[in-house]
């Protein structure tokens, strides 16, 4: 049974309040489990944001619907929903004590019996923000690692129904990230909070997220796990944005010159999967090597040769002593490569698994 329904949402600039009316994104539909942290992933420009803004109800949207646990809230106050959202841009009221903050929705609400001092303990201790340290600052006084813990803080507290963070440890050091990021984690498993991430990171979200939905070229490409995003994507934009080292591809007009016309589709092929001898049902393409790149942890090298105005990068073992501006032919085995063709009905460039 599903907790959070979000049934074909629409959002253009005319509900920014811009004179324009482009299209932002266009039938957004996916579906949140109680308790789940579903990922969102994208490009910067690809309306993510607004998306959360749209379920915390601070922008209506074109059209479309929102169900909260059956109920319609589309077009319900935010303050009535019981979602708490952590900003990119951190929104705190200067004129208050960082522990203000945190306690304000409960004085705006007049429910400050509800206040758990335990509970605000164990937030400020997870997030290292003790009141000696941190909370009895303003937060003009605060970093901006500061300003971003108290902000999660202030969510976290209020222990809401469904929790939007974007971008929440931007500006959290480097070294704390990742060991808050999985306190943070356990913390709403074990309350069940609902909670919608937005990310830039995809290191970050494949450990954070439960399910991901990737938001690109104005809709929603896939939702699937990190894992199965990476290993099965559906569309060509998820074969190429999935990953930390990118994909190569061909386009489809590429692949038919170098097959003579026996394969016309894109494909797209992960660095580690190409070679530099021929085998049995392989595409060779060659380029001088304009970029070379160390993977220390995996003692490899990625080497980068220009085709066709892109680069097409292929990693070899750390010995190797190819240099820039030197030839370098690649053959890109099929069998290991992903096929893609362009849909008509959808507009999207689609995966194809049987390849003729």
Partial sequence: MFYLKVMKLSLSTRN???????????NVSFNVFKGEIFGILGPSGSGKSLLLKIISGLIQPK??????????ITHLPPKERKVAMVFQEIALYPHLKNIENIEFPFVLHHNEKEFDEN??????????IEKEKILDKKPKFSSLGERQKVAIGKALVSLPDILLFDEPFSNIEMNFRRELKNKIRKFLKERNITTIYVSHNQVEMAGFADRIGVLAEKRLQQVATYEELYNNPKTFFV???????????????????????????????????????????????????????????ENKKLFFIQFNN?????????????????????????????????????????????VG
Avoid at 65 to 72: A, C, L, M, R, V
Wanted: glycine share 4%.
């Fill in 63 to 72: 059209e479309g619907e929102i169900y909260k646990s059956g109920e319609n």
């Fill in 16 to 26: 920014l309040a811009a004179e324009s009316d482009e299209e932002i994104f266009s």
């Fill in 119 to 128: 509970l605000l303990h164990e937030v400020s201790k997870m997030l290292n």
């Fill in 310 to 354: 892109r680069n097409f990068g292929i990693i070899l073992p750390v010995d190797s002593n190819f240099k820039i501006n030197d030839v370098l032919e690649i053959y890109i085995p099929l069998e290991k490569a992903q096929f893609f063709e362009f849909d008509k009905n959808t507009e999207l460039i689609e995966r194809i698994y049987n």
């Fill in 239 to 297: 074969s190429l944005y999935i990953g930390e080292i990118p994909n190569n591809y061909l386009t489809g007009d590429e692949v038919s010159f170098l097959t003579n016309d026996k394969i016309k589709y894109y494909i797209t092929i992960r660095p580690d999967e190409c070679l530099l001898e021929p085998i049995k049902n392989s595409i060779k393409i060659s380029g001088n090597i304009v970029a070379i790149e160390p993977l220390v942890q």
